[in-house]
Nanobody, 125 residues
Framework: VQLQASGGGLVQAGGSLRLSCAAS????????MGWFRQAPGKEREFVAA????????LYADSVKGRFTASEDNAKNTVYLQMNNLKPEDTAVYYC???????????????????WGQGTLVTVSS
């Protein structure tokens, strides 16, 4: 099982980026996926979660209204559209997947069994 995150980069404050997380080796079509981030010197924090059906999403308060998680079943890929980026959004972003279909503990890192390698997002002021 592999999760490949991509799409990070350098962007000015107020700009946008779209992160992608492609899953391979296993079909996650019914498993919740999550996005987390870790800034230098800080703990990993929850950003967003989405069920593959798209029926359920959850966002951290700090990104609500600015970030949108979505999925493409055909491509086995989830996305995180990030708009109105702020310098405090600077972090390494990780995608993660649960090994089952339960919408449970999707806001904590311990709720996930598979992790991608991370992609760096840098927002300049």
């Amino acid at each position: 099982v592999q999760l490949q995150a991509s799409g990070g980069g350098l962007v000015q404050a107020g700009g946008s980026l779209r992160l992608s997380c492609a899953a391979s080796g296993r079909t996650f079509s019914v498993h919740p996926m999550g996005w987390f981030r870790q800034a230098p010197g800080k703990e990993r924090e929850f950003v967003a979660a989405i069920s593959w059906s798209g029926g359920s999403t959850l966002y951290a308060d700090s990104v609500k209204g600015r970030f949108t998680a979505s999925e493409d079943n055909a491509k086995n890929t989830v996305y995180l559209q990030m708009n109105n980026l702020k310098p405090e959004d600077t972090a390494v972003y990780y995608c993660a997947a649960r090994s089952d279909s339960r919408w449970y503990n999707v806001w904590v890192s311990s709720g996930y069994d598979y992790w991608g390698q991370g992609t760096l997002v840098t927002v300049s002021s």
